[in-house]
């Protein structure tokens, strides 16, 4: 079954502080994997993309790593910020056409000044 | 551009009632998708429309309907709602070129079904 554990579930930390998520995936065949950041209350938002053969995509203060071995992924928040404060979910998609996405639980992360 | 936009931002029925989530966007995508968002879990994919006149069934379509008579509009029907139907809907849209591109999601609607 095609499944993308993401963890902790939750995770807080003080303003300034680093912390990596964590992305497991049982999905084949693969094509990509996306993180997304959703605020409260609004629709998820890209972070990053990468393909099979992509180790690391950065974004700002955003990294993601991706092996595809053992088809772990993670994402890095260097300095974090109270506007960090969001669920970030990870999505691995099937194929190309877009239409076979499976999407993490997602981690819900808590920024404390 | 507007992006996605979705209405109505929040919405209570009871059972039994039909409602239709609209869903537009303003930047000439030809694949647009809905999906419902409960709690502890991931998104789930209903229905998604890959051009005009286009639409197919996502992972769980039962109770939901939609259509696709022009590039901009993908609305969601509920014929007969049902308390398991409350959840967060969001309707997506992504250009063509596959998945490699972007997927840009509305604001979302909280539905409740009593």
């Known amino acids: 079954k095609n499944q993308v554990e993401q963890s902790p579930q939750s995770l807080i930390i003080l303003e300034g502080k680093n912390c990596t998520l964590q992305?497991?995936?049982?999905?084949?065949?693969?094509?990509?994997l996306r993180w997304y950041k959703q605020d409260t209350g609004r629709g998820p938002v890209s972070l990053t993309i990468?393909?099979?053969?992509?180790n690391t995509k950065s974004n700002g203060r955003y990294t993601a790593t991706l092996d595809a071995d053992t088809k772990q992924s993670s994402l890095h928040i260097t300095a974090s910020q109270l506007s960090d404060s969001a669920s970030y979910i990870c999505?691995?998609?099937?194929?190309?056409?877009?239409?076979?996405?499976?999407f993490g639980g997602g981690t819900r992360l808590m920024v404390k000044p | 551009n507007a992006g996605v936009t979705q209405t109505p931002k929040f919405q209570v029925l009871k059972t039994g009632q039909s409602m239709t989530l609209q869903c537009a966007q303003d930047?000439?995508?030809?694949?647009m998708s809905w999906y419902r968002q409960d709690p502890g879990m991931g998104l789930r994919l209903i229905h998604y429309?890959?051009?005009?006149?286009?639409?197919d069934q996502g992972e769980v379509p039962n109770g939901y309907n939609v259509s696709r008579s022009t590039t901009e509009d993908f609305p969601l029907r509920l014929l007969s709602a049902a308390p398991s139907q409350t959840s967060v809907y969001f309707c997506?849209?992504?250009?063509?070129?596959?998945?490699?591109?972007?997927?840009?999601f509305g604001p979302g609607t909280r539905l409740t079904v009593l």
């Open positions: 930047m000439n995508h030809e694949y």
């Open positions: 997506a849209s992504r250009g063509a070129g596959g998945s490699y591109n972007e997927q840009f």
């Open positions: 999505v691995v998609a099937h194929n190309n056409a877009g239409n076979m996405l499976t």
């Open positions: 990468m393909t099979f053969s992509e």
């Open positions: 992305c497991n995936y049982t999905v084949s065949p693969f094509s990509n």
């Open positions: 429309s890959v051009g005009a006149g286009i639409t």
